[in-house]
């Protein structure tokens, strides 16, 4: 071969590996460019959902509507995230992202007590009614012309009962649903589920009577500490993802506990929204809503913030006073038209929690499998790796 012909040759193959070179690193920047629009893509739904709802009207928010739509938008999230957290499992494994993953995954665990402990919530809601039904059916003779003392007698028990009770949140209601929770798992009752006094971590599937939500939580919001520059680079940017989703998981459940009376649950849980992240100003704009009518509230003793347990509230006092301003018998005309508005406000009270806390337990329930099969699937994905 000439020297001419073994130079082209040479050169050839010098030609072919650059092009190859070239090929590779344009197929790595076009994943990696593909990788950062999907996590952009995360946190702008992320901020779209959550910004939908901080433009609730105040009548609506923390309401059982409301919380319909903030289980409906967390869920979603959830979604889209085990959807980025599979299609990049690979890297969870690997420093500085598998700390990260690790510390989300052992919040799971934390959260599923804060599920169990807003469906008792739940359950406590239910027993109130229950009372409320027994005034209601006090009231509702066939004729409702005769009213007389038995039907008071029998309303003012059953309200000085549900009083008892809602005045109990704190105390005795702990450990009034402290053994069962037939939504998320069975019970135990051994001696090895005793934690001790001011132990805030439970069992997944029960809530001690030393359990407490605000503790809880307040363990949740410490542990999310945001990732540093030089450490979402390394991760390609996961790291942001990984923390989106436990700060929203974190919300959401503080949300919850707020609006539905939880066991030993106050609003004294500190933390703050970050404002680095586009989401940042929804979730902020809601944290300064739902801290500002927990101040109200708690002025007035409030069991929990949900809108529905403010009217249920209105219609106890309602009836209650009526009952207690009665010492005669037969009815005035205008007692007896006393009566028939205050019966008719319980009835609808009653009516709207009947209708809600059905679909409510469910949609927790599949809150609790969603976060539980997040965790499940990162782990065997974490595994494999």
Same mark, same amino acid.
């Given at each position: ?24 690193m ?55 995230f ?26 799971i ?15 406590r ?13 006090a ?43 037939r ?127 403010q ?10 006073? %009526?009952?207690?301003?009665?010492? =005669? ?10 009566? #028939? +508005? !205050?019966?008719? &406000? ?10 809600? %806390?059905?679909?409510?337990?469910? =949609? ?10 997040? #965790? +499940? !699937?990162?782990? &065997?994905v974490?595994?494999?790796?």
């Open positions: 071969m000439s020297f001419g012909g073994f130079r082209r040759s040479v050169m050839s193959i010098g030609n072919d590996r650059s092009i190859n070179q070239v090929h590779s344009d197929v790595n920047a076009d994943s990696s460019s593909e990788m950062h629009c999907e996590l952009g893509s995360f946190e702008h739904q992320v901020f779209r959902r959550f910004r939908a709802l901080s433009g609730s009207s105040a009548d609506e928010v923390l309401s059982l509507n409301w919380v319909f739509k903030l289980l409906d938008a967390f869920i979603a999230c959830q979604e889209d085990k959807v980025v957290m599979l299609e990049n499992g690979a890297d969870l494994s690997n420093p500085p992202l598998d700390r990260f993953a690790t510390e989300f995954f052992d919040m665990v934390k959260a599923l007590d804060i599920c169990n402990a807003v469906r008792d919530g739940v359950e809601i239910r027993a109130w009614c229950k009372h409320l039904e027994i005034v209601e059916t009231f509702d003779s066939k004729s409702r012309n005769v009213i007389g003392e038995g039907q008071f007698r029998r309303a003012k028990k059953s309200l000085t009962d549900l009083t008892m009770l809602m005045l109990d949140d704190n105390k005795e209601s702990s450990c009034f649903f402290a053994y069962g929770n939504s998320f798992g069975c019970p135990n009752k051994g001696k090895d589920n005793q934690q001790k006094a001011g132990h805030s971590r439970s069992l997944s599937w029960s809530v001690p009577n030393s359990w407490s939500a605000s503790k809880q939580l307040q363990l949740i919001a410490n542990g999310l500490i945001p990732p540093r520059g030089h450490e979402v680079s390394a991760a390609n940017g996961l790291a942001n993802a990984v923390y989106t989703m436990g700060f929203v998981l974190m919300f959401v459940l503080w949300a919850l506990a707020s609006a539905i009376p939880c066991q030993d649950r106050s609003f004294q849980v500190h933390f703050s929204v970050p404002r680095q992240f586009s989401w940042g100003t929804p979730l902020n704009s809601l944290h300064t809503r739902i801290m500002d009518e927990s101040k109200k509230r708690e002025r007035k003793n409030g069991v929990g913030l949900l809108k529905e347990i009217q249920m509230e209105k219609s106890i006092n309602l009836v209650t006073d %009526l009952v207690d301003s009665v010492n =005669q018998f037969p009815l005035t005309e205008e007692q007896k038209e006393e009566v #028939r +508005t !205050a019966v008719q &406000e319980v009835s609808q009270v009653c009516n709207v929690f009947k209708n809600g %806390l059905d679909p409510l337990e469910r =949609q927790l329930r599949e809150v609790f499998r969603k976060i539980m099969s997040c #965790r +499940t !699937a990162g782990l &065997e974490m595994s494999r790796a």
